[in-house]
């Protein structure tokens, strides 16, 4: 497996493997050994980078990852994120205030059952709590050796420079792929200006990419796609558009579609480590191959152009989802 940066100092491989769907979000849990089993397979393929949260469950992703890492625990980064209320194990809000941030991550390092997390993230940015005082709180974690790296998720670039300030930031994570193509616009700019990695989740438009799914899908009554509405059945009849350029693109190049979107966010900046989830190991095994996939400056190319001529229909995240994003 290649490897790359996050940060001045963080090296992990080219390729993650996000965890929430294994607990939370797209459905029923998996199978628990089945998804150790998966987990661990990862990193025989060389997979370094493990990303979970407090609010995947609650609790059970973290408690999840960390049995499933603890024989390999030196060989791998765990990734982890704070920022919510917890009340009877229920979710209950943002909560990024100082006191909140060190309980809560207490609760993690035992939940992961390890004794430093190698990377936190702010889960969304508080607008009630000032985020030098967010910085601040990450800093002393990081004195204490109970942490080792401090990210942002879904944060706008004030917040980004004004963080970084207090506590050097070492990845951001956000929303990026070939249907959500925001963040080039002003974060990545100051990403690669400050040093900092970019993490992308949902890669694969929430599977939409995969070719795997059309207007005619039916999610199951957990699956929170059902509220985003992008995957409105008439979203999807107008954005197939996309998928069939993704297609004809893997098809020439004998790959798959998820292949295609991996390489092209991998061709972006060397500094960019996506983290596609799934509860099969052939999707893992066909994610994994993407670092393999390399796109010439045609392919790219053609990309743009015909992208230029496509516009997404439909907004990435519910209404209450959406007022949660840093501006």
């Known amino acids: 497996m290649q490897t790359r940066k996050l940060g001045n100092n963080l090296e992990v491989s080219a390729i993650g493997l996000g965890c929430m769907g294994m607990s939370f979000g797209y459905g029923p849990p998996a199978d628990k050994k089945e998804m150790i089993s998966l987990i661990r397979t990862a990193v025989d393929h060389g997979v370094t980078l493990f990303d979970t949260a407090q609010v995947y469950g609650p609790f059970t992703n973290e408690q999840l990852v960390g049995e499933a890492l603890a024989p390999v625990r030196e060989q791998v980064v765990i990734a982890t994120k704070f920022g ?48 030098e005082d967010v910085a601040g709180a990450v800093k002393e974690l990081i004195t204490e050796g109970k942490v080792k790296h401090f990210g942002l998720s879904e944060a706008g670039v004030n917040t980004i ?30 990403l690669e200006e400050l040093g900092i990695g970019f993490v992308p989740f949902s890669p694969l438009g929430k599977g939409f990419l995969t070719g795997k799914i059309d207007e005619s899908t039916q999610f199951d009554n957990s699956d929170f796609r059902n509220t ?27 790959v798959t579609e998820a292949q295609i979107a991996l390489a092209w966010l991998l061709a972006r900046k060397p ?30 190319q053609e990309i743009e ?23």
Do not use: C
């Not at 060190?102 to 993230?121: A, C, M, N, P």
């Not at 095994?285 to 400056?297: F, P, Q, R, S, Y």
């Open 271 to 300: 500094w960019i480590v996506p983290i596609p989830g799934t509860t099969k190991l052939h999707r893992l095994e066909e994610n994994i191959g993407a670092v393999d996939v390399k796109l010439t400056a045609h392919d790219l």
């Open 84 to 131: 919510f209320n917890f009340i009877y194990g229920i979710t209950g809000g943002l909560n990024s205030r100082p006191e909140n941030i060190r309980q809560t991550t207490e609760d993690s390092l035992k939940r992961l059952g390890v004794e430093t997390i190698d990377l936190l993230y702010q889960h969304r940015v508080d607008p009630n709590v000032p985020i």
């Open 228 to 254: 985003v509405p992008r995957f409105d059945p008439e979203n999807r009849r107008a954005n197939q558009a996309l998928v069939n350029l993704v297609t004809e693109i893997a098809a020439r190049r004998k």
């Open 161 to 190: 420079r004004r963080a970084h300030a207090i506590q050097p930031v070492t990845a951001l994570q956000s929303e990026y792929s070939l249907w959500w193509r925001e963040p080039e616009d002003e974060i990545m700019p100051a």
């Open 305 to 327: 152009d015909i992208l230029s001529q496509i516009e997404i229909q439909g907004h990435r995240y519910s209404e209450g989802s959406q007022k949660m994003i840093d501006r």
